[in-house]
């Protein structure tokens, strides 16, 4: 554990402040017609939920919105993670508050990329927030608009996502940080949106490893020529890896997950082999549960149908300040089976087995508590806490949706995720629970459902459950791009 606060001296925050923000409200007739090509209807009656239950869109027009948070006083947040995505066109990052009066107001910020993850607590916004080779975790009170920089030293960069932040009953916050690398090692997959700009950045161990020597040889976007160069796990890419090094630990590392006290002192990392714990949920046991997105099957280290997992984080129930050793969960050589990435069931439909990066590999701390379709892109979730609603104890988790073609080859791939879903963790089953009437995304059918859901919470009294829908993204074999002022806030309620 470290007991300091853990933020560089050279880092003075960012420019933050409230703003207006123009809006209307509108019928459901209007939204028939948005005007936004991109989205040009939405219609709830497109939407399936069980029956018992109703749903309707509360605010549309949102651009790349990627959480939820709510206020005692009623007010909803909503953040939007600005343009670090390939988008169309340029949207900086922000966070809408939608009062319980009706009235609208932006938390503005300049920052390098934006919020990934908001929680409320006791007067402070906080925020997860991506961006340059550090994630940063800030809070901001909206009385005072004093901007606090809590945690700013967790290696980023890359391409996976913050998760958290959540507040546990025990008071403490809880949070998350994704690899840098989409397999384990830095490839040309992601250049023109990270390594571009982040030439240094590479994953960080949660404990000491030592490596088996396996590299990965890609083409290098860097020069002007077809050069192949060669790079090792927990390097920048083009560094090759040596047999027997070994790669020091740290607790600030990525692909993990940590809790400390409100303020960002005495952090304690829990776990770590996490390929991006982007969702986070804590059930009324106090139990923590993190989702984890699979390996891809692109590029020069390609594994096949690797499961989305939700993942059991054991050491969250042991007493704060007491864990002296995270457990690991298998990346970057085991997949969300427990199967090692080049077993028979994991190669890829063209190239060779993915190879092993860790000579000693610590112990899995698996099984998942559960497994779902690869590709379905589980995010952020909540736990039923309520009678009312019902499913009291069940996991919903918003699923953004598979990226195939552009990360998996298999048609099989397309049309997993789209929804969400109620999980029993206990049991490691699950239902759906909203869904199109056509599985996919609405854009596929040319209907008005839903396109991508990101995130997914309960009100603060848990009878109405709000679904985030990141809104319409075109993909092909080579390329994504997400279009802005196409994501909707639905609400499920129960007649």
Request: proline share 9%.
């Amino acid at each position: 554990m470290s007991n300091k606060q853990e933020v560089s001296p050279l880092n003075r925050g960012f420019k933050i402040g409230k703003g207006p923000i123009k809006t209307s409200i509108t019928s459901g007739e209007a939204l028939q017609r948005t005007g936004v090509p991109a989205r040009p209807v939405i219609d709830s009656s497109d939407v399936v939920v069980p029956d018992g239950y109703h749903v309707e869109p509360v605010m549309a027009g949102l651009s790349f919105p990627t959480d939820i948070a709510f206020a005692d006083d009623g007010t909803v947040f909503v953040s939007e993670g600005g343009s670090s995505w390939p988008t169309r066109p340029y949207m900086p990052a922000r966070v809408i508050m939608l009062r319980p009066n009706g009235e609208t107001e932006a938390l503005n910020m300049n920052v390098h990329a934006g919020p990934r993850g908001i929680a409320w607590r006791e007067g402070w916004l906080y925020m997860c927030i991506k961006g340059g080779y550090h994630m940063q975790v800030a809070r901001y009170d909206l009385k005072t608009e004093k901007l606090e920089i809590l945690i700013d030293k967790l290696p980023s960069g890359g391409w996976h996502e913050p998760g958290g932040p959540l507040f546990g009953t025990d008071g403490l916050m809880y949070f998350g940080n994704g690899s840098v690398s989409q397999q384990g090692v830095i490839l040309p997959a992601g250049f023109t949106v990270d390594m571009a700009k982040h030439p240094l950045a590479h994953d960080v161990p949660g404990q000491d490893v030592t490596l088996t020597g396996n590299n990965v040889w890609s083409r290098d976007p860097r020069m002007p020529y077809p050069y192949l160069t060669e790079t090792g796990p927990f390097k920048p890419f083009g560094t090759p890896a040596q047999k027997g090094e070994v790669i020091k630990g740290s607790v600030f590392c990525n692909s993990a997950v940590w809790r400390s006290k409100p303020d960002g002192t005495d952090i304690e990392l829990l776990a770590w082999g996490i390929r991006n714990p982007f969702g986070m949920a804590i059930n009324e046991e106090g139990e923590l549960y993190v989702a984890d997105n699979d390996f891809e099957e692109k590029g020069e280290r390609a594994i096949a149908n690797d499961p989305d997992r939700i993942w059991h984080i054991k050491n969250a129930k042991l007493p704060y300040g007491s864990v002296t050793k995270p457990d690991w969960y298998g990346f970057p050589d085991i997949c969300g089976d427990g199967l090692p990435v080049n077993h028979e069931s994991h190669l890829p439909a063209k190239g060779k087995a993915a190879e092993l990066f860790l000579q000693d590999p610590p112990p899995w701390a698996g099984p998942a508590a559960f497994l779902e379709q690869p590709h379905s892109c589980m995010c952020r979730m909540d736990f039923s806490k309520s009678d009312f609603f019902g499913h009291r104890g069940e996991l919903f988790v918003a699923e953004w949706g598979s990226m195939a073609p552009l990360n998996s080859p298999r048609p099989e791939d397309l049309n997993h995720g789209f929804r969400v879903i109620r999980v029993n963790v206990k049991q490691g089953t699950a239902e759906p629970f909203m869904h199109n009437q056509n599985m996919g995304p609405a854009s596929t059918w040319g209907t008005g459902g839903i396109e991508r859901p990101v995130s997914c919470k309960f009100s603060p009294d848990g009878t109405n459950l709000y679904v985030l829908d990141f809104g319409h993204v075109r993909l092909t074999k080579g390329s994504m791009f997400a279009f802005a002022h196409t994501g909707v806030l639905w609400k499920i309620s129960k007649k």
